[in-house]
């Protein structure tokens, strides 16, 4: 019998094709070997389960009950202590030199401290992009230590600044609510971080509001401290002794030769 060809036995004994499977497609078929076409259930490790949407009467009504909060709080305490013109007249012009630079100097300290706050806020925006994405990354523990810090702050700073404008402009009403409303804005702006953490990024309006009027808060009363302690020579409508003080100038003026 005739030997077969080595070229038949090379065909017989060669291993048949394998069939061509489908190449995963995606980002995901190359990381963890998902198949998109294929028909075994998903896993649930796979899942991304999004939170539910949070109704409308949390994520505006929540901003909306935060706004009336600070009005109320602020009519609140005018009811309870309302305005009188019988009050301590005290003139920081007449303290000794060493409490008016004391007073002078932490009033400049304060601000120079409120200045580097708002400079942390604007680096914390341009690192994270928004007031809700830094929020979002702080943790329960922080967000308390950072509500605590700022309160002690916000109160030790607006008293030690707010009980000597308001003594020095005790005649006018308009003057009283700098402080109260200033300190009221502090306030209402560490609750509405926890508004922009745990409710609604819609809590950002509030913060900026407070934030905006508390800093101008600040401002009023620290441009009329020091213009009273540092430049006393400059008189303004709004001090109590500006008729004394113009009078006693012009009669300078008339004795000149």
């Known amino acids: 019998m005739a030997l077969a060809s080595p070229v ?34 998903v896993a649930a490790a796979e ?27 602020n009519l609140i305490i005018w009811r309870l202590v309302p305005f009188s013109s019988h009050s301590i007249d005290i ?11 004391g007073i002078a100097m932490a009033v400049v300290i304060f601000g120079i401290a409120f200045a580097f706050g708002a400079s942390e806020i604007s ?33 030790t700073s607006f008293f030690i600044v707010g009980i000597p404008f308001s003594l020095q402009f005790n005649q006018l009403k308009v003057y009283q609510w700098v402080f109260p409303v200033g300190l009221a804005a502090s306030l209402t702006d560490v609750i509405s971080w926890w508004g922009i953490k745990f409710v609604s990024a819609n809590f950002e309006w509030m913060s900026l ?7 101008i808060s600040y401002g009023w009363m620290l441009i009329g401290l020091l213009r009273v302690l540092l430049f006393p020579e400059v008189i303004w409508g709004s001090d109590k002794d500006k008729d ?14």
Request: proline share 9%; with cysteine; glycine share 6%.
């Open 123 to 155: 680096y914390q925006l341009n690192l994270h992009g928004s007031a809700s994405a830094y929020f979002e990354q702080m943790s329960l523990g922080k967000l308390i230590a950072f509500s605590h810090a700022h309160l002690f702050g916000f109160t």
């Open 8 to 41: 038949l036995f090379a065909a017989a004994e060669a291993p048949a094709p394998a069939i061509a499977q489908p190449a995963a497609t995606g980002a995901d078929a190359q990381k963890d070997g998902f198949d998109f076409f294929s028909d075994k259930p």
């Open 244 to 257: 004394e003080r113009l009078a006693q100038r012009r009669a300078q003026q008339i004795d000149k030769p």
């Open 209 to 215: 509001f407070c934030g905006l009027l508390f800093t």
């Open 91 to 101: 003139n920081l012009r007449n303290f000794p030199p060493a409490a008016k630079r």
């Open 47 to 73: 899942v991304v389960v999004l939170p539910p949407e949070k109704p409308a009467w949390q994520t505006v009504g929540g901003p909306i009950a935060l706004a009336a909060f600070f009005f109320a709080l």
